[in-house]
């Protein structure tokens, strides 16, 4: 086939979000077979895409060129207009010619959202000016773009010398050969009138012409696609009228042949240029080096030697004076590991942020692969030491698989930011950024998105995704294979147009956020290495998700705010704070009789990983764990490779002793004696290949990732060596490929215990706290939850079974969050609906000059505009104000007139009028009667507390029929 003539340059993929119905693998495909040489990607505002776009064409011998259809404003960036329609951003094509292109393209693209962003819901755009361009245009191509391009606008507009202006402008400032008149043809009237003019500006000017085609996606007959998936965006339906639409369905990638039709009245140029400029394009994105932020270290010193010196002194500390033998010569094996792999600088940073937030009190836990390491135990990273519970280095970090070492640490989210803020002042605030995070389009979202779109009610298309299987990350393929309902949907007219349009959807990039951890840094600024992006919070993100910056050799840091850590955190704050005990939580005793009771009898309300299910509080009740070894399978076990293999079952029976323990081969008894015979961790299925078949941990390491990662080839070559080395062990070939096809699904979902152990830590730890601080450890839970209905309830359950009162909500007792009275817990007022944050904050200080005496009182020591009347009846109806005598039905009577009387006595106040009363400081004055109205019966009183707190506080509605219950009841 003869090399096509035409390159397209003006394409966007799914990264211009819910606008580009390309998917990259798609575009490169159709490259492919259209035997084109290069393709261009210019995705709106973003290099989101980039690189999967780069990669991909690489792999497939297509030329990619990288550029973005950038939005410009005709002033400045910084103009934010809030009375116009719609924001002013016109469009314009910048391709990159060589790497100083690159580095400019990310520079601007990252401006564009950090200084130029305009906010106008949908229409938000990054912008760009003219002062960004003439300062970053080098090593750029510049195209005039569609008929929303700023010249192209300007003639629309009938402004032909204005539009002259502008395009001299931007000439000025590429120079010769790097702007160009982008003509298409679409069919629309608007080009019919823009681009004759447009010709006739460039012949003035003396630029040079290229043709472009628009394309969003990829056949014509994917145009409908495309008008879903904007309708998506903008949250319109087909048959509105007033929907974003494309006039036509000519925005595809057409033949070289289609594009000369469509051009054909324009000079042959139009299409020449094209390859023209692909041939001018050149970039190389081949990263090899990590870009890894520098740390100071003291004089006398570098990286290697103060890591040691750190590591050396950490762990005397640790152990309090003499170290043992087998512990110093883990940590030298360890050191040298990391010094010949070049982590010694990685490791101190996280060192330094975990020595800053350790010194602000911040409580942390290090998940994952990081707690095999005995070097981060000493640096105080870790809270527990690898040695104690058999963990594995290798696992973490080795020779044969040198990768980034992962270290994941998780904080309390209100801490979390304080140390990312130490980071940003340490290294610099251009310097520390987020990582972006992709959320595509999964089968049963995408269902309801495209049954929306085409006026689908809510409740048909929920009809429709009920009937997808409820397996995690099912696609729709999958789904209408195993279900025969959807196989006789996709036959019908209405419904198969619904999963056709779906399917063609379905994993496509919807949202792009902030990643939920993830944190890079560098010395210099960050856009220099990766486009930046501001999300809604001001949060600054690389435009690249975790394994792009890993791509391209930015390091990235995990800090993840988890709920669980502040809840500890703030538990441990209120014994101190109640009791005066402060509890060290990293010297609690790991054999308390008193917190394996509370597990074993099924008490795992609140506990981190064991209050999941049902399931979850047999299985423990089952194992009774006495010991922590016992305590730390119980997350790897519960979950569905285990269960669906018989392992979990085994791992119970024979610990009570119901299963002979057995093992597959003499040379696993090591492995695997501490979880009677099973294999439960990855770190065991690494011992197996050491023990047996003579693998180095390095080694182990890598058979280990490969059966986790099914990876074939691999595997092969791993089977071979395994029964190799155990044959040279004297173990037959037999018994060693019967081992190996043995652990080989074991190793697909064996948990690595280093991340268990971190994990049951936290379980115990909680566990404990609520073993001996059940209250304070409650109320602290139901605070964290308080907006929660469903886990309030299940909380205050379980105060019932822990002999704890919930005392109900008081005006003159609760606070914000649910508190400790005596042995019992007073209701917080959070958890009112209805009743604000600042609306409580008046009313604890309005309670700071003494206790309310009645609802007058409260009324006129209140501020009517913050607790206003609503508010008022919320506490009214879930008795708040019972304490003060009178029942809520009286309450409820006597608002109104209280309303009037402290609106009456505030203005007086507030005139500076005096009464003979207050001259003498009595408390109240002519305080209204509470009227004699009946009370509301206990159906209205449990109606409104279910209303107003989500549940039933003063009773059941089915406590009257108890003692029917009760006869007729034959088992319990």
């Not at 037959?732 to 830590?761: C, M, Q, W």
Request: aromatic content about 8%; charged content about 25%; glycine content about 6%.
């Amino acid at each position: 086939m003869p090399t096509p003539d035409f390159v397209h340059l003006h394409n966007h993929s799914e990264y211009s979000l819910l606008d580009g119905a390309c998917r990259i693998k798609d575009m490169i495909g159709w490259a492919q077979q259209q035997n084109a040489p290069a393709i261009g990607l210019t995705d709106h505002g973003n290099m989101f895409g980039i690189l999967d776009f780069y990669k991909t064409a690489k792999k497939a011998d297509v030329k990619p060129i990288i550029g973005c259809e950038a939005y410009i404003a005709l002033n400045s960036r910084y103009d934010q207009d809030p009375n116009r329609r719609f924001p002013r951003a016109y469009h314009l094509i910048l391709l990159v010619e060589n790497q100083q292109g690159y580095k400019n393209l990310m520079k601007l693209v990252s401006l564009g959202y950090t200084e130029g962003y305009e906010y106008k819901g949908i229409f938000s755009r990054p912008r760009i000016d003219k002062e960004l361009l003439q300062n970053y245009h080098e090593g750029l191509i510049v195209l005039t773009s569609c008929i929303h391009g700023t010249v192209p606008s300007l003639l629309l507009q009938n402004q032909p010398q204005q539009a002259f202006e502008e395009l001299a402008t931007l000439k000025d400032i590429m120079g010769p050969g790097h702007l160009f008149i982008e003509i298409q043809m679409h069919g629309l009237e608007e080009e019919n009138k823009v681009m004759p003019q447009l010709l006739e500006l460039g012949r003035k000017l003396e630029l040079p012409l290229v043709g472009t085609n628009d394309c969003h996606y990829i056949r014509k007959e994917d145009a409908e696609v495309h008008e879903v998936l904007m309708n998506i965006q903008t949250g319109k339906t087909l048959e509105d009228e007033k929907r974003l639409s494309f006039a036509n369905d000519q925005f595809y990638f057409k033949t070289t042949e289609e594009m000369q039709s469509a051009l054909k009245d324009f000079p042959e140029e139009v299409i020449t240029n094209t390859v023209a400029i692909a041939e001018r394009c050149h970039i190389e994105l081949d990263y090899k080096d990590y870009i890894m932020p520098q740390c100071e270290v003291p004089e006398g010193h570098d990286t290697d030697s103060y890591l040691v010196h750190l590591c050396r002194e950490g762990l005397k500390q640790r152990y309090k004076g003499t170290v043992p033998e087998d512990a110093n010569e883990q940590l030298e094996y360890e050191l040298g590991i990391i010094k010949q792999t070049g982590f010694s600088g990685y490791l101190l940073i996280v060192a330094d942020y975990v020595r800053f937030a350790r010194k602000r009190g911040f409580p942390i836990s290090a998940r994952g692969s990081a707690g095999g390491s005995l070097a981060l135990y000493a640096l105080g990273v870790t809270s527990f030491n690898p040695m104690d519970y058999d963990l594995i280095f290798e696992r973490f970090l080795n020779l044969e698989r040198i990768s980034m070492p992962d270290i994941d640490l998780d904080f309390a989210p209100e801490h979390r930011d304080l140390v990312i803020e130490y980071l940003s002042g340490k290294y610099g605030h251009d310097c520390v950024a987020h990582v972006a995070a992709f959320s595509n389009m999964k089968a049963k979202a995408v269902l309801r998105d495209v049954g929306r779109v085409l006026g689908m009610s809510p409740a048909e298309a929920d009809r429709i995704v009920k009937l997808i299987p409820p397996v995690l990350n099912i696609s729709l393929d999958e789904a209408i294979e195993s279900v025969p309902g959807l196989q006789e949907m996709e036959k019908s007219e209405e419904q198969g147009r619904l999963i056709r349009l779906a399917r063609a959807l379905e994993g496509m990039k919807r949202h792009v956020s902030i990643h939920a951890s993830g944190v890079v840094m560098v010395n210099d600024a960050l856009d220099k290495h990766v486009p930046l992006f501001k999300d809604k919070n001001e949060r600054i993100a690389t435009q690249f998700d975790g394994d792009m910056v890993k791509d391209v050799g930015l390091v990235k840091f995990d800090f993840l705010g988890v709920k669980t850590i502040a809840e500890i955190h703030h538990t441990v704050q209120l014994i101190e704070k109640i009791h005066g005990v402060k509890i060290d939580l990293e010297e609690i005793p790991f054999d308390d009789q008193k917190t394996y009771e509370l597990i074993g009898k099924g008490l795992l309300a609140g506990l981190f990983q064991l209050e999941t299910s049902a399931g979850m509080r047999a299985v423990i009740m089952q194992i009774k764990p006495t010991k922590f070894e016992d305590f730390i399978p119980i997350p790897a076990l519960y979950r569905p490779g285990p269960i669906e293999s018989g392992m979990m079952d085994s791992f119970i029976n024979r610990k009570l002793g119901l299963e002979e323990i057995t093992y597959p081969h003499p040379t696993l008894e090591n492995a695997l004696s501490k979880t009677y015979g099973v294999c439960i961790y990855q770190e065991q299925v690494m011992q197996i290949a050491r023990d047996m078949a003579g693998f180095t941990m390095g080694q182990a390491d890598v058979l280990r990732k490969a059966m986790g990662d099914k990876n074939l080839n691999v595997l092969e070559q791993q089977r071979e060596l395994f029964i190799q080395g155990a044959m040279e062990k004297g173990i037959s070939a037999e018994d060693a490929e019967r081992v190996f096809e043995l652990i080989l699904p074991f190793a697909g979902y064996a948990f690595n215990k280093a991340h268990t152990a971190a994990y049951a830590i936290l379980s115990y730890q909680m566990a404990y706290l609520k073993a001996h601080y059940p209250v304070e450890f409650m109320a602290t839970l139901m605070t964290s939850e308080s907006a929660d209905t469903d886990k309030i309830v299940i909380y205050m359950a379980e105060c019932r079974k822990l002999g704890i009162k919930v005392l109900p909500p008081d005006i003159n007792e609760s606070y914000t969050d649910f508190t400790v009275s005596g042995r019992n817990i007073r209701f917080g007022l959070a958890a009112i609906k209805n009743v604000s944050s600042n609306a409580i904050d008046a009313i604890v200080k309005a309670r700071d000059d003494g206790p309310f005496e009645s609802l007058q009182d409260f009324c006129e020591r209140t501020d009517p505009k913050t607790v206003n009347r609503r508010s008022i009846e919320c506490l009214i109806k879930c008795g708040a104000f019972d304490s003060l005598g009178g029942h809520r039905a009286q309450y409820w009577e006597y608002l109104e007139d209280t309303l009037k009387q402290a609106q009456s006595t505030q203005k007086d106040k507030a005139r500076g009028q005096t009464t003979l009363f207050s001259i003498l400081q009595e408390t109240v004055a002519e305080d209204i009667s509470l009227p004699d109205v009946p009370e509301w019966s206990l159906d209205e009183v449990l109606r409104y507390e279910k209303e107003l707190l989500g549940f039933y506080l003063s009773g059941h509605p089915l406590d009257q029929y108890c003692d029917t219950l009760e006869h007729y009841t034959t088992a319990t």
